[in-house]
T-cell receptor, first 112, second 108 residues
Framework: DAMVIQNPRYQVTQFGKPVTLSCSQTLNHNVMYWYQQKSSQAPKLLFHYYDKDFNNEADTPDNFQSRRPNTSFCFLDIRSPGLGDAAMYLC???????????FGQGTRLTVV | RKEVEQDPGPFNVPEGATVAFNCTYSNSASQSFFWYRQDCRKEPKLLMSVYSSGNEDGRFTAQLNRASQYISLLIRDSKLSDSATYLCVVPVDDKIIFGKGTRLHILP
């Protein structure tokens, strides 16, 4: 039973065309994370929510935005995707205090 | 020092051998540590959690050295299916920080 679900699994978007990736969870975790992972690199944290509190990493480009309308859902918006934004985007959830993270299967984004 | 650093890979190891990876961390206040396994084009999956001095699960042993601020992962009797990237994870406050990962290739 999937506990962290990402949609879609694969997304193709045009250069400059806004795209939204979604993540939902059934674990009722109060922390949700978005990571970007490029080939042969470690997942890079973009931002995370602790409940509704948004925490942006200092080096996350302004092109990336996020919304968390409720505990279960979190969205990643890429306002103007560039070729360099092609990557796997991973959503994860966790509990307060630094417990393990539970990952969705990821969305592989291609920019054409 | 970076928040989480790992041994560079790839490690090419014959089947049946024992292999060990190290991971160092900078935040001395960290209390929990994790090893994740990631297969090619898949999401990371939790392999082991380490909350005290160490943890053992079958062929896998994780050890924590708080004084030197490192954790290690030991894989005994390695199998072909152990080929993957192993990611060291250290939570910092509510953030989950990954090391760059160590690639392991088990050779038949």
């Amino acid at each position: 039973d999937a506990m962290v679900i990402q949609n879609p699994r694969y997304q193709v978007t045009q250069f400059g065309k806004p795209v939204t990736l979604s993540c939902s969870q059934t674990l009722n975790h109060n922390v949700m994370y978005w990571y970007q992972q490029k080939s042969s690199q470690a997942p890079k944290l973009l931002f995370h929510y602790y409940d509704k509190d948004f925490n942006n990493e200092a080096d996350t480009p302004d092109n990336f935005q996020s919304r968390r309308p409720n505990t279960s859902f979190c969205f990643l918006d890429i306002r103007s995707p560039g070729l360099g934004d092609a990557a796997m985007y991973l959503c994860a959830t966790g509990r307060q205090g630094g417990t393990e993270a539970f990952f969705g299967q990821g969305t592989r984004l291609t920019v054409v | 020092r970076k928040e989480v650093e790992q041994d560079p890979g790839p490690f090419n190891v014959p089947e049946g051998a024992t292999v060990a990876f190290n991971c160092t961390y900078s935040n001395s206040a960290s209390q929990s540590f994790f090893w994740y396994r990631q297969d090619c084009r898949k999401e990371p999956k939790l392999l082991m959690s380490v909350y005290s001095s160490g943890n053992e699960d079958g062929r896998f042993t994780a050890q924590l050295n708080r004084a030197s601020q490192y954790i290690s992962l030991l894989i005994r009797d390695s199998k072909l299916s152990d080929s993957a990237t192993y990611l060291c994870v250290v939570p910092v406050d509510d953030k989950i920080i990954f090391g760059k990962g160590t690639r392991l290739h088990i050779l038949p």
